[in-house]
């Protein structure tokens, strides 16, 4: 048999590689934690329906991850994205989730985070040659 590597935006065969993956670990984890997928979306939404944030995350088995973490810069400063993440960590309590965890960069959030309760758990540098790429954690 042949094989060919091809470069696509397939959202089916994307969808084929991530299930795969997803029932590979579930050999591996314990019963009661398979199954658990779910999207993690909020939005901070001005009064005319503007998108002026939000977090984008997921919870996978006993923790969420926050991908995405985004204040217009305007309201940056102003309590929104502690609001945010507040919910965020709510949601994934009432979920049972044992802890979350994000990374940034050193010009973006880390002292934000760690404001939260966040803890640099790996840190990689030369990101952009002159950044540090940070990996935090919080314990729920």
Not at 43 to 67: P, S, T
Request: overall charge negative; charged content about 30%.
């Amino acid at each position: 048999m042949k094989y060919c590597i091809i470069k696509e935006d397939n959202p089916y065969s994307k969808n084929i590689v991530n299930q795969k993956l997803y029932e590979y670990n579930s050999l591996h984890f314990p019963e009661d934690l398979n199954g658990r997928y779910e999207e993690i979306n909020l939005y901070l939404k001005d009064e005319n329906g503007m998108v002026r944030g939000g977090i984008l995350g997921e919870i996978c088995w006993n923790w969420l991850e926050i991908h995405t973490l985004m204040i217009d810069e305007d309201l940056r400063h102003s309590g929104h994205g502690s609001k945010l993440l507040a919910e965020a960590e709510n949601l994934a309590a009432l979920k049972k989730c044992d802890f979350v965890k994000v990374d940034t960069l050193s010009f973006q959030a880390v002292d934000f985070y760690k404001k939260h309760g966040y803890e640099v758990y790996g840190t990689l540098d030369g990101v952009g040659r002159d950044f540090k790429h940070h990996y935090l954690k919080k314990d729920l």
